[in-house]
């Protein structure tokens, strides 16, 4: 597929770190308020219901948007402003956090249907901004820093869930759950603000007629063509069909395997997310690798045997020193799939089809984790939650062999950098002098 549009016209050099920081900084305190009541909103359930149906739905409407609705989003980003798009989906998360405050203050308690309801329009407001913000940074930053830039937002995200869960477990025990709910508003309205001072080039595509299902077929059609992108796609899914049983039972590998405590779960928790959050500043100081796809194949290989190692680790307190050491490399390894992957998604298309094609990705790269989900309870009841870790860690080794093998997409970064680069000497060559 050609690139028209790598760098847009317009495209400011001198202002786009000044223009990235507030972006960044805007991503980071809707972000951490948003997680923070998202993690209230979980514990209010456990508490007040403790049932694990209850917790179980709740998780469930949180990943079905992304997964049914992803295809179909990516047309409207790609037609609609996306600075608009990324503040009305803000503004409706805030009006639902706050009908949810004020119902809760009147009749002092929280109907599970509008709990439900407000779990629901949260995430598809995040199914809007995923695809809106990785569409987004190609446009606002220089080709060789999209990297990096891809890696602070990665450090960004990172350090929201690491503070998120301690933060949230300070306030719920000090702060009213209905006055915790309104720090919902208040992250849209300081997000909000620093975006009004975000300058989002304009693509080709804005305004343009919307036509949902052949937008959607079409960036479809041009990821399938790009092959070597498809195949790390199609293995990518294989990897959060295999991936997603393991992590979703974290606390009973600490509680119920290691004999621990919740505590210990939530170290494992903070753990993880501190690795994420040194990969992300590794990526972001680093990050000008010439093949990406090498680092990309490595953390295959280091997830997939930290998880195997983990599932052999004795069943006792001794074990879980190890499990801490184990999760602390996988987490550093974890953005060096997502974060370089997504790098040179950006690079792979044109802005006014970015949208589309990545509203497609993100639905194939999420409709296997609910399927590994549904099996990963009866599984882990039946032959240990531990075995479960050594499924995760060989099935995520196959997957980066199985990449090495096919030559589209272990040598995908190769061919881009040379497009890239004959498309640059090309626009040299025909501009004016």
């Not at 600075?83 to 203050?105: M, P, R, S, W």
């Not at 796609?233 to 290691?258: H, K, N, R, W």
């Not at 870790?389 to 589209?408: E, K, Q, S």
Request: a neutral charge; one cysteine or more; hydrophobic letters at 55%.
């Amino acid at each position: 597929m050609e690139n028209q549009h790598t760098m847009p016209p317009s495209f400011d050099l001198t202002g786009w770190q000044k223009n990235i920081r507030f972006f960044l900084t805007g991503q980071f305190l809707s972000g951490i308020t948003s997680m923070v009541v998202q993690y209230a909103i979980i514990w209010y359930l456990t508490k007040e219901t403790g049932s694990a149906t209850v917790l179980s739905f709740a998780t469930l409407l949180g990943m079905i948007p992304m997964v049914l609705l992803s295809p179909f989003v990516g047309p409207f980003v790609d037609r609609l402003d996306k600075k608009k798009l990324l503040i009305v989906t803000d503004i409706i998360v805030a009006l639902f956090a706050l009908a949810l405050a004020i119902v809760g203050t009147l009749s002092n308690q929280f109907p599970l249907w509008l709990v439900f309801v407000s779990l629901f329009m949260r995430s598809i407001a995040q199914t809007f901004q995923m695809p809106t913000i990785q569409s987004i940074l190609p446009q606002m930053v220089p080709q060789e820093e999209i990297t990096r830039v891809n890696g602070q937002l990665g450090m960004v995200q990172s350090a929201n869930m690491i503070i998120a869960p301690a933060l949230g477990a300070f306030l719920f025990a000090v702060v009213p759950m209905n006055a915790l709910i309104l720090l919902d508003v208040l992250g849209a309205i300081l997000g909000i603000a620093l975006l009004l001072f975000v300058r989002i080039p304009i693509t080709q595509a804005i305004g343009e007629q919307v036509h949902v299902l052949t937008d959607t077929k079409m960036g479809f059609s041009l990821l399938i063509k790009n092959k070597g992108l498809w195949y790390i796609t199609l293995l990518g899914s294989a990897f959060t069909l295999i991936f997603m049983p393991a992590v979703s039972m974290y606390p009973l590998m600490t509680m119920d395997y290691f004999q621990g405590t919740v505590g210990q779960a939530g170290i494992i928790e903070v753990v993880f997310s501190v690795g994420m959050l040194l990969g992300g500043v590794v990526i972001g100081v680093f990050g000008k690798w010439k093949n990406r796809m090498v680092p990309v194949l490595i953390s295959y290989f280091v997830i997939g045997v930290t998880f195997t190692i983990s599932g052999f680790l004795p069943g006792n307190q001794t074990g879980f020193l190890g499990f801490i050491a184990l999760n602390a490399i996988a987490g550093l390894s974890a953005p060096f799939f997502n974060t370089l992957l997504m790098a040179m998604i950006q690079q792979s298309y044109e802005p006014e089809y970015l949208g589309r094609v990545l509203g497609v990705l993100n639905s194939l790269m999420s409709i296997t984790g609910p399927v590994g989900l549904i099996f990963a309870g009866p599984l882990a009841d039946k032959i240990g939650v531990e075995k479960l870790f050594i499924i995760a860690g060989i099935g995520t080794i196959l997957c980066g062999v199985a990449n090495i093998f096919i030559p589209a997409a272990r040598n995908y970064d190769l061919f881009l950098q040379k497009k890239l680069a004959e498309k640059a000497t090309s626009e040299e060559i025909s501009s004016p002098q």
